[in-house]
């Protein structure tokens, strides 16, 4: 078995992971920490809650601590791009944990709160800058940013960053970063458009693959319920009978309808919420706050929170509408089964999302058991479908999520990526097929890629 002390890292990293607990890299960390400490460029596929986080930050702090040097004034050495303001702050999160006895500087810069301490903090130059596209597009148009010195550059959660929305943010930043530098992509799934435009910029690639693409943890017991459109909000609440549904995400398709579905929940008893792009900082912070301290039951939100909460205890994730996008479904369901729990993702499908649930099926490979209960509320038919739909659960709890949560404390998780909590180890953890000659070479490969064309 690996350990962490078997990849080479520093001494301080291997301090402050031992101070958390850690010992044993995930899949995804123990095949990609090699190869970004050897400096290439890197292509991260793993399942969400795997760990990715921690295989790009570890050997990122290992190589800025073994090259020092000052920060460039108003710019960073490693930049870390990502979609959502919950995830910058998380990731920065990690990255201080992991290098708190290395005395590096991070920054977050995102939208939603004021530009000074943004300003302030890129003034005298920051090691590592964990940043969302639109508000650092603002800071370099107004000239207090300065990227001609990244040395890094990390693209956190890469299909949704370089899908059409985000496409011409990226290139604008692409534009002005140094031609040399490690370029590092990491995400759950990886569609075949996206990864075309994902070879525009990765060099020479190495692929580090432990789940094929758009694949769902095993510990998630998925369900579909087929409903009437005007009976969703009805029986979304007849759910919340079951009291092991204590700590529920549920994902609408829009902004307005996280906020309907929040008010019908709480009008029916529940304590519920809403998180969404139109609300400020500050109230998404307070109610993603109220969610984690479990003062909230029910949490609605857009799929802004796909990749960007992270939460140990979400019960159940529920899919009030099915997402446009079928990978989307993928993050949406990763939200639960952490810290060695098993979680419940249930969908509520109507008649006119039919096309959607096909082709979540046919992304994620798999028939999704379906339960109509159309003319019968069956809670307690549905408590037998999870009982016996639940993959059996492995013994011991191995440490696994996002290295810090906002209150500093993470003891006795495994470093992790795309959310916290502890994960199965062994959940989707086999290693990718080998890519065509003509894709960026897995691992143990030796020869050099020249383009990559996903596999189907």
């Known amino acids: ?49 795997t760990g990715k986080t921690a295989a790009f930050a570890l050997p990122i702090l290992h190589r800025l601590a073994a090259d020092p040097r000052p920060a460039p004034r108003r710019g960073c050495r490693v930049l870390v791009l990502s979609p959502t303001r919950e995830l910058a702050s998380q990731i920065a999160e990690s990255f201080r944990a992991y290098g708190r006895h290395m005395g590096l500087s ?5 939208g939603g ?27 370099i148009n107004e000239k207090v940013a300065n990227l001609s010195a990244v040395e890094v550059l990390v693209l956190d959660e890469a299909d949704q960053m370089l899908d059409l929305g985000f496409l011409p943010p990226i290139r604008r930043i692409v534009a002005t970063l140094p031609k040399k530098r490690q370029n590092l992509f990491f995400s759950a799934t990886m569609p075949t458009e996206i990864g075309k435009l994902a070879a525009e910029l990765l060099v020479n690639p190495t692929q580090a693959s432990v789940a094929p693409t758009a694949t769902t943890v095993v510990r998630v017991a998925q369900q579909i319920l087929f409903v009437e459109s005007d009976r969703k909000r009805q029986l979304l609440a007849e759910l919340f009978e079951d009291a092991r549904m204590d700590r529920a995400l549920i994902f609408t398709r829009t902004k307005r309808g996280a906020d309907r579905v929040a008010k019908y929940l709480d009008g029916a008893g529940l304590k ?66 952490r810290a060695g729990a098993d979680g419940v993702a249930i969908s ?5 999302e039919r096309g959607l649930l096909k082709d979540i099926q ?28 639940m993959p059996e659960k492995p013994r011991g709890k191995p440490p696994h999520g996002r290295a810090a949560s906002s209150n500093g404390g993470a003891r006795g998780r495994r470093p992790g990526g795309g959310g916290g909590g502890r994960s199965h180890q062994g959940s989707g953890a086999h ?17 050099p890629a020249a383009r990559w064309s996903p596999a189907d």
Do not use: C, W
Request: proline share 6%; aromatic share 4%.
């Open 348 to 352: 509520l499908v109507a008649d006119d």
């Open 106 to 110: 991070v920054a977050v810069v995102f």
């Open 1 to 49: 078995m690996t350990h962490f002390k078997d990849l080479g890292l520093a001494k301080p990293l291997l301090t402050a992971l031992a101070e958390e607990g850690y010992t044993t890299p995930t899949p995804i960390q123990a095949l990609a920490i090699p190869t970004v400490l050897e400096g290439r460029d890197l292509l991260g596929i793993a399942q969400t809650g």
């Open 113 to 139: 709160v004021k530009y000074g301490p943004q300003v302030r903090a890129l003034a005298g130059g920051v090691d590592i800058l964990v940043a969302t596209p639109g508000r650092l597009i603002d800071h």
């Open 431 to 447: 290693a990718g097929k080998a890519r065509p000659s003509n894709g960026p070479r897995p691992i143990a490969s030796t020869q």
């Open 362 to 389: 046919k992304v994620t490979r798999q028939t999704i058991p379906a339960f109509d209960r159309r003319n019968d509320r069956a809670l307690g038919a549905l408590a037998a479908v999870e009982k016996t739909s």
């Open 272 to 337: 519920a919420d809403s998180i969404h792009g139109d609300k400020s900082q500050g109230q998404r912070e307070r109610a993603l706050a109220a969610f984690k301290a479990g003062e909230v039951r029910a949490l609605v939100a857009t799929d802004i929170a796909a990749r960007g909460i992270d939460v140990d205890a979400v019960s159940h994730v529920i899919n009030y509408d099915l997402p446009n996008v079928p990978e989307s479904y993928v993050h949406r369901i990763g939200r639960t089964a």
